[in-house]
Nanobody, 122 residues
Framework: QVQLVESGGGSVQAGGSLRLSCAASGYAGCMAWFRQAPGKEREDVAVINSGGSTLYADSVKGRFTISKDNAENTLYLQMNSLLPEDTAVYYC???????????????????WGQGTQVTVSS
């Protein structure tokens, strides 16, 4: 059983930065950030495996960085050069059954945080 608790959302102007955190209890395996904007499906933002290898959605490449502090069992998402279209509820997700070859869709992750709102104004 994995429990995930997110923090760090908020409101920022376009071009600004935010850092999201996700504290995990238990072994989390593959971890990821997803986001869901109003009226849209939940989409992947970034994925990280147990070795630290990462994958990013094209829309955030070069602007967002996913990282993990293994000692603290905490996942991070550093978001720079934020755009209004980044506005969404951001979710942390974990798949403790996979460590290296991570999935990238919602169905691949069985454990989810409560979500944190990120609002970017123009």
């Amino acid at each position: 059983q994995v429990q995930l608790v997110e923090s760090g959302g908020g409101s920022v102007q376009a071009g600004g930065s935010l850092r999201l955190s996700c504290a995990a209890s238990g072994y989390a395996g593959c971890m990821a950030w997803f986001r869901q904007a109003p009226g849209k499906e939940r989409e992947d933002v970034a994925v990280i495996n147990s070795g630290g290898s990462t994958l990013y959605a094209d829309s955030v490449k070069g602007r967002f960085t996913i990282s993990k502090d293994n000692a603290e069992n905490t996942l991070y998402l550093q978001m720079n050069s934020l755009l209004p279209e980044d506005t969404a509820v951001y979710y942390c997700a974990a798949d403790p059954f996979r460590s290296w070859s991570c999935g990238t869709v919602v169905a691949d992750f069985g454990y989810w945080g409560q979500g944190t709102q990120v609002t970017v104004s123009s």
